[in-house]
């Protein structure tokens, strides 16, 4: 079946680091890649997402790549602000599934003025 | 609305309680899912409904688990006889046709369910 392994967190930065959120994944389609995030006392809301290989999602600084020879998608973004403190959600979507989505298990993010 | 809403957003049951719990999409999404998130985990798929047509309940974890859409627009999730293994975080997400494509989902808050 799909499945989505995300680094384990929590992890903690300070402000302006480099962040890498680690997803890997097992699919047994052609999956759609995409990176969720729920801030403290919100629901998920999609940050960015992927379609093919080679892709690149980007969005609010975040990047991920779409890599079909390693199946990875890892999260990636310059300078972590204060206000990107969340948890982070790497998920696939095969197609065939009508858009049921796998989710990995999430990554706290804490980041530190 | 402009988002997807969820009632309630918390729930406190004693256990062998029944509860409902609703979810109202975002207008014009035809698809919607149900899924459970349990402390500290991802959202596990429950079931997916397209309109008012259920396509897959493989997710729900027991016959005391039921959905339903009659008009393809608001959905209710029930439980019956609430166990303490169904506390969990319950998440509606909808989705448009284009959105279907690609998988890309809007979700609700959530409902935090105890059983106590």
């Known amino acids: 079946g799909d499945s989505v392994t995300q680094m384990e967190g929590p992890v903690t930065l300070s402000e302006e680091a480099f962040l890498t959120i680690n997803c890997t994944y097992t699919a047994t389609g052609y999956p759609s890649l995409f990176w969720y995030v729920q801030y403290p006392g919100e629901g998920l809301q999609l940050l960015l997402k992927?379609?093919?290989?080679?892709d690149k999602g980007s969005n609010k600084g975040f990047e991920a790549t779409y890599r079909k020879e390693t199946t990875s998608f890892h999260l990636e973004k310059g300078s972590v602000q204060v206000s990107d403190s969340a948890v982070y959600f790497c998920a696939l979507s095969v197609n065939t599934n009508a858009g049921k989505s796998t989710f990995g298990d999430g990554t706290t993010l804490t980041v530190k003025p | 609305g402009a988002g997807v809403s969820q009632s309630p957003r918390y729930k406190v049951a004693k256990r062998g309680q029944d509860v409902a719990l609703r979810c109202d999409p975002i207008?014009?999404?035809?698809?919607l899912f149900w899924y459970q998130q349990a402390l500290g985990q991802g959202p596990e798929f429950l079931t997916y409904f397209q309109n008012e047509a259920q396509l897959d309940k493989s997710g729900l974890p027991s016959d005391r688990f039921f959905a339903e859409r009659p008009e393809g627009s608001v959905s209710t999730l029930k439980i019956q006889r609430t166990q303490q293994e169904d506390s969990a975080v319950y998440l509606c997400a909808s989705s448009w046709p284009g959105g279907l494509n690609t998988g890309e989902l809007f979700f609700g808050e959530g409902s935090r369910l105890t059983v106590l």
């Open positions: 992927a379609t093919k290989a080679d």
């Open positions: 207008s014009g999404h035809v698809s």
